[in-house]
């Protein structure tokens, strides 16, 4: 496994190997979710790269950036385990040198979910994926489900600016109980991580409600899943959502299109978020 840190030397590795290359980015500690896409990319027998940043420019919170757990060894060992052909990490002065002003903002997918609690997320994410896919020039990209608005922002980006890559969504990875793995779920406490299984069943509630045929309007499949995270104390909501699957917009009347059903929430200090898709 081959492990470059600057532009100039994955460069001079994207010139050693053909056209075809996998790239799952990734921020780092890395989990079973992550390796499910490491996995997906293998699948196409071409060479796999794994970028490893956490982009400061996608954080509103400068606690939040400062507090995102890392640990470069671990990682490294994961992926050469996983034999992942090339590591890419970079330092933030590498991914934005002194006098740096040019962004990429997808406008109206990322308004939104997430967007909407979390001024200029979606700006930093779209930059650093687009300066990604110009540096490591891969012929797909693996993203997870889990962010469901960020693969849709990505997309988006790649019809927009017309980047030759396939972008493939790979399914959410779950624990045992359900809650959605994610490298924050390392910030919660025993009693925390308990009480963050709560979102996983607002949704599966949601959706049982909806398939049953108990339930398909919009506004009563939100009061459920709100209903259910009340019950949990340590839970605080920034939104629940049910928006149409592809446009993202939030629906108001029942309709025979796929929903994504989505939620973000505060379990003590550590957000998180979660989706499903029903009616599809």
Not at 100 to 112: A, C, K, L, N, P
Not at 150 to 163: G, H, S
């Amino acid at each position: 496994m081959k492990i470059t840190r600057t532009v100039t030397e994955f460069r001079a590795y994207r010139q050693t190997i053909g056209q075809h290359l996998g790239l799952v980015p990734t921020m780092g500690y890395l989990h079973d979710g992550h390796k499910s896409l490491i996995n997906a990319a293998k699948v196409k027998q071409h060479p796999v790269a794994v970028s490893i940043f956490v982009n400061p420019t996608q954080f509103n919170n400068p606690d939040d950036l400062a507090t995102y757990p890392r640990d470069e060894a671990q990682d490294f060992e994961l992926l050469e385990a996983s034999e992942v052909d090339v590591v890419f990490s970079p330092s933030p002065a590498e991914v934005y040198p002194p006098n740096y002003q040019t962004y990429i903002d997808v406008e109206q997918i990322s308004q939104g979910l997430e967007g909407a609690h979390r001024a200029g997320h979606f700006r930093g994410v779209a930059t650093v994926v687009g300066k990604l896919f110009n540096i490591i020039q891969p012929s797909q990209a693996y993203f997870g489900q889990k962010d469901a608005q960020q693969v849709a922002v990505i997309r988006q980006m790649v019809l927009d600016l017309n980047f030759p890559i396939e972008i493939i969504t790979c399914p959410i990875i779950r624990e045992s109980d359900g809650l959605a793995m994610s490298s924050r779920n390392a910030k919660l406490s025993t009693v925390e991580r308990k009480a963050a299984t709560i979102l996983y069943k607002a949704l599966s509630i949601a959706k049982d409600a909806y398939e049953s045929g108990s339930e398909h309007h919009p506004q009563k499949l939100r009061d459920i899943m709100q209903h259910t995270l009340q019950q949990e104390k340590m839970a605080r909501i920034d939104y629940v959502s049910i928006a149409d699957a592809i446009t993202l917009k939030e629906q108001e009347n029942p309709t025979t299109a796929p929903l994504l059903l989505s939620m973000a929430v505060h379990i003590g200090d550590t957000r998180l978020i979660d989706n499903i898709i029903i009616g599809e």
